[in-house]
Nanobody, 126 residues
Framework: QVQLVQSGGGLVQAGNSLRLSCAAS????????AAWFRQAPGKQREFVAR????????YYADSVKGRFIISRDIANNTVYLQMNSLKPEDTALYYC???????????????????WGQGTQVTVSS
């Protein structure tokens, strides 16, 4: 069984940076892709960023493009989200997600991912 274990997050002032980590544990894990989503109180879970595991192709939501960077460490089965120039509207519970297969839902859909991390809170104060 694959588990995704998240770390990082916390409380920061607007304009500062944070880095989230998500490490896969369990059986040998060779994902097709990984992603980050976030969910603010009272809102639906929204796509943040995605990375293809093999080639490393990335894709970002417009709201974070130019500020956030998704990356992966293949040797350690870890995906990262570097968040720069944080804004109060970035405040949310952040989740990492991954899957070993391609699913025909579009990679910005939560349905495209089988495995999920436990979530980590990011709070940005103004």
């Amino acid at each position: 069984q694959v588990q995704l274990v998240q770390s990082g997050g916390g409380l920061v002032q607007a304009g500062n940076s944070l880095r989230l980590s998500c490490a896969a544990s369990g059986r040998t894990f060779s994902p097709y892709h990984a992603a980050w989503f976030r969910q603010a109180p009272g809102k639906q879970r929204e796509f943040v960023a995605r990375i293809g595991w093999g080639v490393g192709t990335t894709y970002y939501a417009d709201s974070v493009k130019g500020r956030f960077i998704i990356s992966r460490d293949i040797a350690n089965n870890t995906v990262y989200l570097q968040m720069n120039s944080l804004k109060p509207e970035d405040t949310a519970l952040y989740y990492c997600a991954a899957d070993v297969h391609y699913r025909p839902f579009g990679f910005s859909s939560p349905n495209a991912y089988e495995y999920w991390g436990q979530g980590t809170q990011v709070t940005v104060s103004s």
